[in-house]
């Protein structure tokens, strides 16, 4: 057992007994609040992870908390071969914020990316009428949608699928943001399109204006389903409430996660019209812990802190002023300072681990991703002394390394 204050200590451990399958930075958290987390030597740090934008709402926010405590008092898990009092509430309040008409909640993201494949597949078969078991998905390159072996099948990150195969067939990918490109690889045989509205994994990256619109545009034309991945800018994160708002678009599949959870739980979810959903019938699809009574009475505190606490416009203004202040310390140092709302992205030209140390080191957590790229994306309330505390330490860290 440990029984030191010291993180080494947690950290030998860990590397001991746990898979090897990411690299964490160096710190052992132990509480959290708002935007501030503590480690257990009782240093602080502003969290500019947000756990991917799981933590939109910030830590332990007292009203989630709340609903969760009070859930876990009463029922937590009934499966869905009984009805709960916790599910109805929820999918109103689901498809009422989504503009959805129907939702199948499952738990992590990529649970919900399967759901919105498999629905995707079978409106192509049943409703299309593609010929059986040739069913296309154009997905996009450099594309993030989760971990299971389909969904890394086409991944085009080579350390995400290496040896890890066979992987499932009839994926085709284009470049991000291109349209044309798009339009050539949409034929006969394709069902949907799979796209997140601004890569987050991928390095933040944000397609041209008017290309969500010509996505729509074209599945409509086209007669395929566009399913829009926003596990990761859902939610306020891009200053809308979802990415694909920025251009007015709505997707035929809605794909949420992360933030639905309040940083509390995992709960996930797949939207679509009544035509599209209603493929599904009893025991076709389903999942064990899926619209489970405290990941609903979670969900539902959740989505009520996103809109009552306007996350959406707060991430837009905070975003703007956080993306300046950035730009002003980064200087000549950073080659692009990129986003949308607090989905920030620093390209630097050189590998951007060093500068995620050298900030840790200041107090501020904040992480590479594609290697030369810091995202910075804090919880969605952060305030504007923060916001001047991040800019400076970001200049400071710069300047060290
Ligand atoms: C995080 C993420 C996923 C996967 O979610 P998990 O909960 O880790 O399974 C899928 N798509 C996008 C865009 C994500 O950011």
Not at 43 to 61: E, F, M, P, T, W
Not at 254 to 260: R, S
Request: aromatic share 6%; hydrophobic share 40%; proline share 5%.
């Amino acid at each position: 057992m440990i029984t030191t204050q010291r993180a080494s200590a947690y950290i030998e451990t860990e590397e001991r007994l746990g898979a090897h399958n990411y690299r964490p930075l160096d710190v052992v958290i132990s509480h959290g609040e708002g935007v501030w987390l503590y480690d257990v030597e009782g240093r602080r740090y502003l969290d500019c992870i947000s756990a991917y934008s799981a933590v939109n709402q910030g830590h332990r926010h007292p009203r989630i908390v709340a609903a969760l405590l009070e859930q876990a008092q009463r029922v937590t898990l009934t499966s869905r071969a009984m009805r709960n009092d916790r599910f109805a509430p929820f999918l109103e309040k689901l498809t009422s914020v989504c503009r959805q008409e129907m939702a199948l909640p499952v738990n992590t993201g990529v649970e919900a990316v399967e759901t919105a494949i498999k629905l995707a597949r079978r409106w192509g078969y049943r409703v299309k009428g593609i010929p059986a078991g040739q069913a296309r998905i154009v997905v996009a390159r450099n594309n993030f949608h989760g971990r299971t072996t389909t969904v890394i099948g086409f991944s085009s990150e080579p350390k995400y699928r290496a040896d890890f195969g066979p992987f499932t067939p009839n994926f085709d990918h284009v470049a991000y943001g291109e349209i044309e490109a798009l339009r050539a690889a949409v034929g006969p045989q394709t069902c949907a399109v799979m796209l997140e509205p601004v890569q987050g994994e991928g390095g933040v990256v944000v397609p041209p204006e008017g290309y969500l619109r010509a996505v729509r545009q074209l599945c409509s034309e086209r007669n395929v389903l566009f399913l829009a991945d926003e596990i990761q800018t859902g939610f306020g994160r891009t200053g809308d409430l979802f990415a694909c708002d920025h251009e007015g678009v709505t997707p035929d599949i809605l794909i949420v996660g992360k933030a639905l959870g309040g940083g509390l739980y995992p709960v996930s979810a797949a939207l679509a019209s009544r035509e599209i959903m209603s493929l599904f019938g009893p025991g076709d699809h389903g999942s064990t812990f899926g619209g489970n009574p405290l990941a609903c009475a979670v969900g539902e505190a959740a989505l009520d802190v996103v809109v009552e606490e306007r996350l959406a416009e707060r991430a837009r203004g905070a975003g703007e002023r956080l993306s300046e202040g950035l730009r002003r310390a980064g200087g000549s140092r950073v080659r692009e300072v990129r986003g949308r709302g607090l989905l920030i992205g620093v390209e630097l030209g050189t590998p951007a681990r060093p500068l995620a140390d050298a900030l840790l080191a200041r107090g501020v957590l904040a992480k590479d991703t594609h290697g030369t790229v810091l995202r910075i994306a804090p919880p969605l309330v952060i305030e504007d002394t923060e916001i001047e505390f991040l800019s400076t330490v970001f200049g400071e860290a710069l300047a060290a390394l």
